[in-house]
């Protein structure tokens, strides 16, 4: 089917803004394309929207969105987990409010029409006037499609949506390996801090398996840190160091080749000195093996997963965007700590996590910079398009879908031919 914004674009046609070698500009910019984005990506496929720590006990919930639309992920009484859209179903109003918390239930503040943790209408004020025109069970909070994997929250506003499993495909091998760096505790998010850049939610899409820029834009992060740390990310020669694209718009960019499978060790890497005080605190109560796994995971995975359209696994964090318009951006940053581990290395995490991502860290504001001045670039020479060609000539299949040196561009290349596929209705 065309849509209006089809119908009504000036510019070429969609299928031809991207190319194997380079997009349209416009991507960037244009806001028609901006929002038939919104319909055609994010209100039809899977967008992560938390994760299962944020909301372990029953009445926990947090607030989030699926591309523009407030919801609410709670987790109700018998345990089940909702998505459900922040919108009475009375006036409009929204029902919350509250960045994460625990509750009974959310009540509207306009005209106090109350809902249960899984969206059911539970009462209405003054009823009378509605007999024979309203019933309750007509009238829920509206219940997005919703599933998990590995801990990871995904909602979509598709009730046609295909299998989560089938979306993730091979990325889910890249989860499992992610979640390893708990070293034997479940992964939690024990923090997290937003921000806003004035740049389209691709240019950071991009950013994750991008490890072109990495030895450019962080390199006073290169600096200020230890030489063992920045000889393991000195990753622009290492032939092992490799993107792979997973389908369906994932990519995973490999930085760390020692550390991808962190179950994986042969006792010959030592173990970094910055962490002495914490392989001695350990030692007092935990047998040495226990210890070692536990350290050898303090910089998380070797790696960074890109999973489309919204978030990132990146070596020891995630990362979650939110569009806002076509030259505007939110990022949230949320750190991973061990769900019960030591409180020695969950503080240990959360400094790193502060020294890089954080807002006053040495990476993040390098990146947004970055980001800012690609927006503000972009408004130059309209007719001159985004390369994305970066190692195109030197992609190999094999066994986990295309691959390419770290450096090169494979993971933009595979979101991109998801955007098309998406954007045209053509998989």
């Not at 919108?87 to 929204?94: K, P, Q």
């Not at 047998?287 to 990132?312: E, K, T, W």
């Amino acid at each position: 089917m065309t849509t209006s914004i089809e119908k009504d674009h000036t510019g070429p046609d969609i299928a031809d803004l991207v190319h194997p070698d380079r997009v349209d500009v416009s991507l960037y910019t244009d806001p028609e394309l901006f929002e038939l984005e919104m319909d055609r990506i994010f209100n039809r496929t899977w967008v992560w929207v938390a994760h299962e720590s944020e909301i372990p006990n029953a009445g926990d919930f947090r607030t989030a969105t699926v591309g523009r639309q407030p919801v609410i992920v709670t987790r109700d009484r018998r345990g089940g987990i909702n998505v459900l859209l922040n919108r009475c179903r009375h006036r409009g109003a929204s029902v919350c409010e509250v960045p994460r918390g625990n509750a009974n239930g959310f009540t509207c503040p306009y005209h106090a029409w109350s809902y249960a943790l899984d969206g059911k209408l539970r009462g209405i004020p003054y009823p009378d006037g509605y007999e024979d025109v309203l019933e309750k069970k007509d009238f829920p909070l509206h219940r997005l499609q919703v599933d998990s994997y590995a801990g990871m929250i995904f909602a979509s506003a598709n009730p046609d949506v295909e299998p989560l499993a089938d979306f993730l495909g091979p990325a889910k091998h890249w989860i499992d390996l992610f979640m390893k760096q708990g070293a034997g505790y479940p992964i939690k998010v024990q923090g997290e801090h937003k921000f806003r850049f004035n740049g389209n939610w691709k240019i950071q899409l991009e950013n994750t398996t991008d490890g072109y820029h990495f030895p450019i834009v962080h390199r006073s992060w290169m600096s200020s840190v230890d030489e063992e740390t920045a000889n393991m990310l000195s990753f622009m020669t290492d032939e092992q160091a490799v993107t792979h694209s997973l389908g369906n718009g994932h990519s995973v960019m490999i930085m760390v080749p020692e550390h991808v499978d962190l179950d994986d060790d042969d006792g010959s890497e030592p173990l970094q000195e910055r962490f002495r005080h914490i392989v001695d605190e350990l030692s007092k109560t935990m047998p040495a093996d226990q210890v070692r796994r536990i350290v050898r995971s303090m910089h998380g995975a070797g790696f960074n997963l890109n999973l489309f359209p919204n978030v990132a696994m990146s070596m020891s964090f995630f990362r979650a965007l939110r569009p806002i318009s076509a030259t505007e951006t939110e990022i949230r940053h949320l750190a991973l700590g061990l769900d019960g581990g030591p409180e020695v290395v969950n503080r240990e995490r959360l400094r790193i996590h502060e020294h890089f991502q954080g807002p006053f860290g040495f990476g993040s504001p390098d990146d947004s910079e970055a980001w800012d001045r690609v927006q503000r670039g972009a408004a130059a020479g309209p007719g001159l398009p985004i390369l994305v060609n970066r190692g195109l000539t030197r992609e190999q299949d094999d066994a986990k879908g295309r691959v390419s040196h770290a450096t090169d561009e494979t993971g933009m290349r595979e979101a991109y031919t998801m955007w098309k596929a998406m954007m045209t209705d053509v998989r």
